[in-house]
C-alpha cells in the first residue's frame, strides 16, 4: 500500500510542479510582452495616426432579468468616446422590468425593421428604436440563452465589427477605442479582448467610473486578485505566441463576417464565448488562414462580481462545464500539424492543469494530507508539497499584482494596495482550494450531462448612481 501512497504523492507534487511552473512561465512571457506594449502604446491615447481610420462597431448587450443595472450600462456606452458605433440590446425574455426599463428610460417605440437572418435564433418579437438615441436598437426576443442573444444582435448589426458587453459592465470611455486597435493595426486579426475589473465598491456617475474603489466584501476582494491573475499573466503571457483561448464575453470584440462564417455562438454550450475563441482557433488553422487573436492590457470593462457563496458556486461550476465544453468539442485541435503555440502548449495546459486539474488537486490534498497525518508522509516532502502547492501559488498572485500596479496604478492609495497584496496572500489559504471543488463539481456534471443554463445572476448593484441617471433623462 504504502508504493501506491508514494507514487500518489510523486504525481501529485508533479501536477503542482507543472502547473505553477507554466504560470510562473507566463508571467515572465506577460513581463517581456508588457514593456514593449507600453512604449508603443503610452503615448498615442489613439494618436492622429489612427485618427478617422477606426471602423464602425456595433455593441451587442444580451440582456436577461437585469433591471437593476441595464440603463446604467447602456447609458456608459452612449458615452464612449468612439467616431461610429450603435447600441442593440437584445432582451432575452425576461421575467423582470427589464424591457419595461428600456422603455421607459429610453423612449423606445416599435420599429418595423427587416433584417438578413445570418444564424439561427429563437423568434424576435419586437424590435424598438429610442426616440431620442437614433444609433440605440432594442430587440425584445423570447429567451434562448446568452449565446442566442448575442447571435440575435449579430443578425440585427450593421457594422463589420462587433463588441460584446455583458449587460452589468461598464466600459471606460476610451476602451472601445483601445479594444479595436489590434484591427488597425494587423489586418490579419480576428478577435480583440481587453482587462475585465471588479466594479464592486466602485461609484459610478453620468454613466462612468467616478471613483475606484475596492470592495468591503471579502468574496468580492478574492475575485479581484483572481481577475488580475488571469488577466495579466493568464491571457497577456498567450498573447505573444498567438494562443489566447478565451476573450471573456464580458468584453470582446470579433470580425462579423469570420464568426457567421463559423456558425455563429453555439447555443447548446455554456461556456459560449470560450468556445468561440477555440473554434477560430481551429477552423482557421485547419483551412490554413491566416489570423491573429489579440488581448489589449489596457481598454478596461468593470463587471460586478458575486458577493454570495452560493451564487459565486454556481458561477463557478458553469465556467467549468463551459470549459469543458469548450475544449472537448475541439479537440481536434490538440497537436494540430499546423497549430503552432496554441496546439502544442496552450491547448494542453488547458485540458490538464484547467479542465482536470481540479480531479488532481483535491484529491492531492486530500491524500497527502492524510498520509502525513498518519505517519506515511516525511515532514520534508509535505513541506515541499505546501511550497509548490500553496506557495507558489502566492507569488505567482504578488507577482500579477505588482505587475498590474507597476503598469497602470489602479490603486488609489497605500492602504488599500497594502490590502490586496494581503487578499492576493491569504486568497491562497481557502479560498483557492474551494474553488478547486466547484471546478471539480462542473467537471463531474459535466462528465453526467447535468443541465446548466444562463439563469438568474443576483445583482447588487451597489454602484450604480440612480439621482445621476435621472437627471440625464
Known amino acids: 500500500m ?32 508588457l514593456p514593449k506594449f507600453l512604449r508603443e502604446h503610452s503615448t498615442e491615447d489613439l494618436s492622429p495616426l489612427h485618427a478617422d481610420f477606426e471602423p464602425p462597431v456595433t455593441i451587442i448587450v444580451p440582456a436577461y432579468n437585469e433591471q437593476s443595472t441595464i440603463a446604467s450600462s447602456v447609458r456608459a456606452l452612449m458615452q464612449l468616446e468612439y467616431p461610429e458605433y450603435e447600441i442593440v440590446v437584445i432582451n432575452d425574455g425576461s421575467t423582470d422590468e427589464t424591457m419595461q426599463t428600456l ?19 429563437q423568434t424576435v418579437r419586437t424590435i424598438y428604436r429610442s426616440t431620442r438615441f437614433p444609433d440605440l436598437r432594442i430587440i425584445d426576443k423570447d429567451n434562448g440563452g446568452k449565446a442566442d442573444s448575442i ?32 484591427f488597425i493595426e494587423d489586418p490579419e486579426t480576428v478577435a ?8 464592486n465598491g466602485c461609484t459610478v456617475k453620468d454613466g462612468f467610473i467616478a471613483k475606484v474603489g475596492l470592495s468591503k466584501n471579502i468574496l468580492a476582494m478574492f475575485q479581484v486578485i483572481e481577475y488580475l491573475r488571469a488577466f495579466m499573466f493568464g491571457r497577456l503571457g498567450w498573447t505573444p505566441l498567438n494562443a489566447l483561448l478565451i476573450i471573456s464575453g464580458a468584453f470582446g470584440v470579433f470580425k462579423k463576417q469570420v464568426v457567421i462564417e463559423a456558425g455563429g455562438y453555439r447555443t447548446d454550450c455554456i461556456g459560449e464565448d470560450m468556445e468561440l475563441v477555440v473554434r477560430l482557433h481551429r477552423l482557421l488553422i485547419e483551412k490554413s488562414t491566416p489570423y491573429k487573436i489579440h488581448f489589449v492590457p489596457d481598454p478596461v470593462c468593470w463587471t460586478e462580481a458575486p458577493e454570495k457563496l452560493s451564487i459565486l458556486r454556481k458561477q463557478r461550476v458553469r465556467w467549468q462545464i463551459g470549459l469543458a465544453e469548450s475544449l472537448m468539442s475541439n479537440i481536434s485541435l490538440l497537436f494540430h500539424r499546423r497549430g503552432k503555440a496554441v496546439s502544442w502548449l496552450a491547448f494542453p495546459f488547458f485540458l490538464l492543469f484547467e479542465c482536470f486539474g481540479p480531479l488532481l488537486e483535491v484529491t492531492g490534498f486530500i491524500i497527502v494530507a492524510y498520509a502525513f497525518y498518519i505517519g506515511l508522509v516525511p515532514n520534508e516532502f509535505f513541506l515541499i508539497f505546501i ?30 494596495l497594502f490590502m490586496l497584496f494581503v487578499i492576493a496572500i491569504i486568497e491562497n489559504l481557502g479560498y483557492r482550494q474551494l474553488n478547486a471543488i466547484w471546478r471539480l463539481t462542473g467537471i463531474i456534471n459535466w462528465t453526467f450531462k447535468s443541465d446548466h443554463k444562463w439563469g438568474d445572476m443576483e445583482r447588487e448593484a451597489s454602484w450604480s448612481d ?6 440625464l433623462k
Open 103 to 121: 422603455i421607459d428610460e429610453f423612449a423606445l417605440q416599435p420599429f418595423p425593421e427587416v433584417h438578413r437572418v445570418q444564424v439561427e435564433t
Open 387 to 416: 511550497l509548490l502547492a500553496v506557495g507558489l501559488g502566492m507569488l505567482v498572485s504578488v507577482i500579477s499584482l505588482s505587475l498590474e500596479e507597476v503598469s497602470f496604478r489602479t490603486s488609489n492609495s497605500a492602504g488599500e
Open 466 to 471: 440612480t439621482e445621476e441617471e435621472n437627471a
Open 151 to 182: 447571435n440575435c444582435g449579430i443578425n440585427a448589426s450593421y457594422y463589420p465589427l462587433f463588441c460584446c458587453v455583458d449587460a452589468d459592465s461598464v466600459l471606460e470611455r476610451n476602451s472601445l477605442k483601445k479594444v479595436v486597435r489590434p
Open 2 to 33: 504504502i508504493p501506491y501512497i508514494d507514487s500518489a504523492n510523486w504525481l501529485f507534487l508533479l501536477y503542482f510542479v507543472g502547473l505553477h511552473g507554466t504560470y510562473l512561465m507566463l508571467t515572465v512571457s506577460s513581463m517581456m510582452y
Open 192 to 199: 480583440s479582448g481587453g482587462v475585465v475589473r471588479i466594479l
